[in-house]
C-alpha cells in the first residue's frame, strides 16, 4: 500500500526557489567531487513504512502553508551529518511535479500521507489553466480555496 511523505520546505518562497536551490546544491556537489550530484533530504527520524514509501511514494513539498510540489521517492540510505550525527537520507527523484494545491497547517519533521489524501498532480487538460498560473496566484487561490 503506497504512502508518501509529506515536509515543509523551510526558506522557499516558491516551486522555482526550490528547484533552483536542488539545482545549485546538485552543481556544488559535482564541483567539489567531480561526481555526477544527486538529490536527498536529510533526516533524523528514519522512516518505519519504507517498503510503503518505495512502493510509488513521493515527498510533497510544503511551501508557505501549501503544498505545491512532489517528488518521486527513489530510496533511503544511511547518511552521516557534518557534526557526525547519523541520519536518514531520503533519495529523491530530480523531477519536481506540481499539485493541486492543498492547505497544510504547520509542523515539525515530516508527515506520512497516505495515498487516498494526496493532492493530484497538475498538468492534465482539466488543470493546464491552474498549472500555467503564476506560483503565487495559485497559492493565494487555494487559500481562498477556490482551487
Known amino acids: ?3 508518501h511523505i ?3 520546505s523551510v526558506g522557499t518562497e516558491t516551486v522555482e526557489d526550490l528547484a533552483r536551490w536542488q539545482a545549485q546544491r546538485m552543481a556544488d ?3 567539489r567531487t567531480g561526481q555526477a550530484g544527486y538529490l536527498f533530504h536529510t533526516t533524523r527520524m528514519v522512516p518505519k513504512r519504507q517498503k510503503d514509501v518505495l512502493d510509488g511514494g513521493s515527498l ?3 511551501i508557505r502553508g501549501v503544498i505545491q510540489a512532489r517528488q518521486r521517492i527513489v530510496g533511503f ?3 552521516q551529518k557534518e557534526d557526525g550525527t547519523r541520519c536518514c ?3 529523491l527523484d530530480p523531477e519536481l511535479v506540481p499539485v493541486r494545491s492543498t492547505r497544510r497547517r504547520p509542523f515539525q519533521g515530516w508527515r506520512y500521507l497516505d495515498a487516498d489524501d494526496a493532492p493530484a498532480d497538475l498538468g492534465g487538460p482539466s488543470d493546464d489553466d491552474i498549472a500555467k498560473m503564476p506560483p503565487k ?3 493565494d487561490l487555494a487559500e481562498l480555496c477556490l482551487i
Open 29 to 31: 556537489f559535482e564541483r
Open 1 to 3: 500500500m503506497t504512502v
Open 89 to 91: 537520507l531520503i533519495m
Open 77 to 79: 540510505e544511511e547518511g
Open 137 to 139: 496566484m495559485r497559492r
Open 60 to 62: 510533497y513539498w510544503v
Open 6 to 8: 509529506v515536509k515543509l
